[in-house]
């Protein structure tokens, strides 16, 4: 469960409740109890699932051997329509009858979460929306790679972060924003003191680092930009799930060399470069946006 208070943190490995037996509960414990419940389930969603084996990016448990760990990963070996990619220009096609990647956010209360695998922010309010195709997409959470999982024209960065929305179905559509070396990034600097707070906690495997970073105003992550590149591809991380829209923004944004080191820190020592490596597009088309009369 989670709490605003000024400095909170929590390691956790498999907490999961039943569902069923929260039902049968209910006519039984008061309405405060319930509560609590329910905010454990909703802490316990997001936790690694502790029967799942432990993934990484080199050796035995690197990203060429994760179709192999458990049978709920082998799309990250035979899938064929997975990410990341490299987005050539030359070899995109003009999306004409796109609609604007119309994204709505709000401040929200936040929680700085370390995986194990990556850094990222849980958002523990209704943080806003994403319209592709006039469809609406909930955004749930955000983290990074370092360095960048996909590449434009070859070209890898220092940082990708990845603002995955979900939606009623079920779907999944991922906004991905490349970073280079320049000045920091404002977003990143309303939390850098958590993340040196994050790199403290040891968590063992299949364990989270949970820190409540408070209310974070998410206009920062939509700063205008009128282009982006969209393909179907997967998720970077097992199990490597197909049929996720990608909107990769063309406008590559500035982070500084300390805030990149402090999203490393807190990761296992195996994990310190968690970029998956490019996959093939097997006859995919990545599709560019132009925008006119919006921002993303």
């Known amino acids: 469960m989670f709490f605003l208070l000024p400095c909170f943190y929590v390691c956790q490995g498999n907490?999961?409740?039943s569902s069923t037996l929260i039902t049968t509960m209910i006519p039984r414990i008061s309405f405060s109890i319930l509560l609590l419940a329910l905010l454990v389930i909703g802490a316990s969603s997001t936790s690694t699932d502790a029967n799942a084996p432990e993934f990484s990016y080199e050796g035995g448990n690197g990203p060429e051997k994760w179709g192999t760990l458990t049978s709920s990963y082998t799309q990250c070996s035979?899938?064929?329509?997975q990410s990341p990619v490299n987005i050539v220009n030359n070899q995109v096609t003009r999306g004409k009858t796109f609609k604007s990647l119309t994204r709505i956010y709000n401040p929200c209360n936040s929680t700085l979460i370390n995986n194990g695998f990556n850094v990222g922010i849980h958002f523990e309010e209704?943080?806003?929306?994403?319209?592709?195709?006039?469809?609406?997409y909930t955004l749930k959470q955000l983290h990074y790679h370092s360095p960048s999982e996909h590449q434009l024209q070859g070209v890898q960065y220092?940082?990708?972060?990845?603002l995955v929305h979900r939606a009623d179905d079920g779907s999944s559509s991922v906004v991905a924003i490349?970073?280079?070396y320049d000045k920091p990034d404002p977003f990143l600097a309303k939390f850098m003191d958590k993340l040196?707070?994050?790199?403290?906690?040891?968590?063992q495997s299949h364990?989270?680092?949970h820190i409540a970073v408070g209310t974070l105003d998410?206009?920062?992550?939509?700063?205008?930009?009128?282009?982006?590149?969209?393909?179907?591809g997967s998720l970077t991380t097992p199990p490597c799930t197909e049929q996720v829209i990608w909107n990769i923004l063309a406008r590559v944004r500035s982070i500084s060399k300390e805030q990149v080191e402090a999203l490393k820190a807190p990761v296992r020592s195996n994990c310190k470069n968690n970029a998956r490596p490019l996959q093939p597009l097997n006859g995919r088309q990545v599709e560019l946006y132009a925008e006119i009369d919006h921002d993303d």
Do not use: S, W
């Not at 035979?78 to 329509?81: L, S």
């Not at 220092?158 to 990845?162: F, G, I, L, N, W």
């Not at 040196?196 to 968590?203: H, I, P, V």
């Open 178 to 180: 490349l970073y280079q």
């Open 196 to 203: 040196t707070e994050l790199a403290k906690e040891n968590c």
């Open 78 to 81: 035979n899938g064929k329509m």
């Open 158 to 162: 220092p940082v990708e972060q990845h």
């Open 126 to 136: 209704y943080a806003g929306v994403m319209v592709v195709d006039g469809k609406n």
């Open 218 to 232: 998410l206009k920062l992550l939509k700063k205008q930009t009128r282009k982006f590149y969209r393909y179907i």
């Open 207 to 209: 364990e989270q680092a």
């Open 15 to 17: 907490r999961q409740l």
